[in-house]
């Protein structure tokens, strides 16, 4: 049991480590997508360059709990072997994705103040600010791509949208 934090603020934390791995995979399954099956090797790029932050943010919340002495629980992550016709079907699960971990983040630091988990709570501030920036950029490439819809001038312009 963590030392000063509540079971369901540990419990929240849990989830959202856990959702960022997920998040990881679905987010690699549509960087693999777009690179082999649509020929968008730049918004590939773009996507697994996002994949890998997912990584990054699930370390940054496991240790919250860590560092007051409760182990991550590392779960694992199902196959993905989703099909996309579109880079327009991609973004849309890249936006889905992105949201709902945005939701989960959101929902854990309202536990956690809740809770009166303080330090835990500014921690997860931080994660979600750095995390916005990303949704940003996920609903201005979601856009962009519905502009473009199946023009395949897409992909050379998209890289002028990148982070």
């Known amino acids: ?3 000063n934090i509540t079971k369901e603020t540990s419990d929240a934390v849990q989830l959202a480590t856990h959702a960022a791995f997920v998040a990881n995979s679905w987010l690699d ?3 693999s997508v777009l690179n082999a099956d649509l020929a968008c090797p730049n918004f590939s790029a773009m996507i697994h360059a996002l ?14 709990i860590e560092n007051y002495n ?9 196959t993905r072997a989703e099909e996309y016709k579109t880079p327009v079907e991609v973004i849309d699960k890249v936006f889905e994705v992105v949201i709902d971990y945005q939701n989960q983040l959101n929902k854990c ?3 956690a103040k809740a809770n009166t988990d303080v330090h835990v709570y500014e921690g997860l501030l931080k994660v979600i600010k750095k995390h916005d920036k990303y949704v940003e950029a996920v609903i201005n490439w979601r856009d962009i791509a519905h502009k473009y819809g199946v ?3 897409f992909d050379h312009d998209v890289k002028h949208y990148d982070i």
């Not at 409760?70 to 199902?78: D, L, P, T, W």
């Open 151 to 153: 023009d395949p001038t």
């Open 70 to 78: 409760q182990a991550v629980v590392y779960g694992g992550v199902e």
């Open 29 to 31: 399954r549509c960087k």
């Open 109 to 111: 630091a309202d536990i």
């Open 1 to 3: 049991m963590a030392t």
């Open 51 to 64: 994949a890998h932050k997912y990584l990054y943010w699930g370390d940054l919340v496991g240790d919250l």
